[in-house]
């Protein structure tokens, strides 16, 4: 929730707090995301709504960008600057303007992170920082199976192929919904 604040503040304004914005999105660009849900998760405790928060808290950056993008390019179109010329507000043309605009970009990227993020949530609760027994999660059964490996395979394997299948779901829906929703990859 807070990406899209910072996305719509930091395209529209530009400038000085343009910089700043940005500058501390590239601050937590810098390190991958799920090493600082690790972190984050670290220091909230054990629990998948702990775990959740961690991963949106690592993952907001992304957004933030998509949204400036978008802002940047859209604040210069006609429209925008008709409704600056009749007085209209600069929060009113940034909500209801802007922003139901640079939701296409957004709900593509999230579909396509989705994979990265249910990959993310698996992981930590596979190292014990996210979803605890008797909750049933991917990375926690993974996790409880491992020490039956050798004698029971499928314990492991069924949940992991399991997350492999949801994952590649995701990525094909985030394509199909790209080439749906973009206009540049549409076929003439």
Request: hydrophobic fraction near 50%.
């Amino acid at each position: 929730m807070v990406a899209i604040p910072i996305g719509l503040i930091s395209g529209y304004f530009g400038g000085v707090i343009d910089d700043i914005m940005m500058r501390v999105t590239d601050i937590f660009l810098s390190f991958p995301t799920l090493l600082i849900a690790i972190l984050i998760a670290s220091f909230m405790g054990q629990g998948i709504d702990k775990a959740c928060a961690a991963i949106a808290i690592a993952w907001w950056p992304w957004y933030a960008r998509v949204i400036r993008a978008q802002t940047i390019a859209i604040k210069e179109r006609p429209f925008i600057k008709a409704s600056q010329c009749i007085g209209t507000s600069d929060w009113y043309i940034m909500f209801r303007h802007i922003l139901p605009n640079t939701l296409a970009p957004v709900i593509i990227q999230a579909s396509m992170d989705m994979g990265s993020v249910i990959i993310s949530c698996a992981s930590l609760s596979f190292i014990g920082l996210g979803a605890q027994v008797p909750t049933p999660e991917w990375g926690l059964i993974i996790s409880s199976s491992r020490k039956y490996i050798l004698d029971a395979w499928w314990y492991s394997t069924i949940p992991g192929l399991v997350i492999l299948f949801t994952v590649l779901s995701f990525n094909l829906l985030g394509d199909g919904l790209r080439e749906v929703m973009d206009p540049r990859t549409r076929m003439r």
